[in-house]
């Protein structure tokens, strides 16, 4: 089993329309959580963090941590074109950053 | 301007003949990593270094050796690439204190050995 699991995607959706992004996450002693997006021929940038369970927002975009589950989310309100790109999560294990496989996100005009 | 830098971002190479990807920090970061994307598999970390003379296997080290002679430089070496290691290749460096959890990462090397 992959410590971080990402669906792929790829993931379609019309402009304006509200993108959920999700991961699980096997081991309950990960406390920080990222969001990098990482737009095509880039390296991945850092979107957002949470540090232990709840809800973090900047801007259209809410990163969430649900412990008990062991789900990490990403929503993204008002999408636009521009937020085309792959999304990755990740967590901290130690000072090593496990990655999921990141979901290719297109955003359609 | 912080930044990751790699040289270089292309590179179509035959197998057996040694190559190095080189890669520099000006954030003065401890911890510096390299890492390969494969499409369904992620970033996928090769090796990483604590501090100078510091360095230490990843998850799929086979193949590679580094080398951290410098705090800001961090090679990649392949002494004999295979096709199997045909990827997408990402230098990436990170304070270790502070935000210690944001990685930066450089804009990437797309090696493709015949």
Sequence with gaps: ?109 | EAQVTQNPRYLITVTGKKLTVTCSQNMNHEYMSWYRQDPGLGLRQIYYSMNVEVTDKGDVPEGYKVSRKEKRNFPLILESPSPNQTSLYFCASRDTSGSYYEQYFGPGTRLTVT
């Design chain 1, 1 to 109: 089993q992959k410590e971080v699991e990402q669906d792929p995607g790829p993931l379609s959706v019309p402009e304006g329309a509200i993108v959920s992004l999700n991961c699980t996450y096997s081991n309950s002693a990960f406390q920080y959580f990222m969001w990098y997006r990482q737009y095509s021929r880039k390296g991945p940038e850092l979107l957002m963090y949470t540090y232990s369970s709840g809800n973090k927002e900047d801007g259209r975009f809410t990163a969430q941590v649900d412990k008990s589950s062991k789900y990490i989310s990403l929503f993204i309100r008002d999408s636009q074109p521009s937020d085309s790109a792959t999304y990755l999560c990740a967590t901290l294990g130690g000072f090593k950053t496990i990655f999921g496989a990141g979901t290719r996100l297109f955003v359609k005009a």
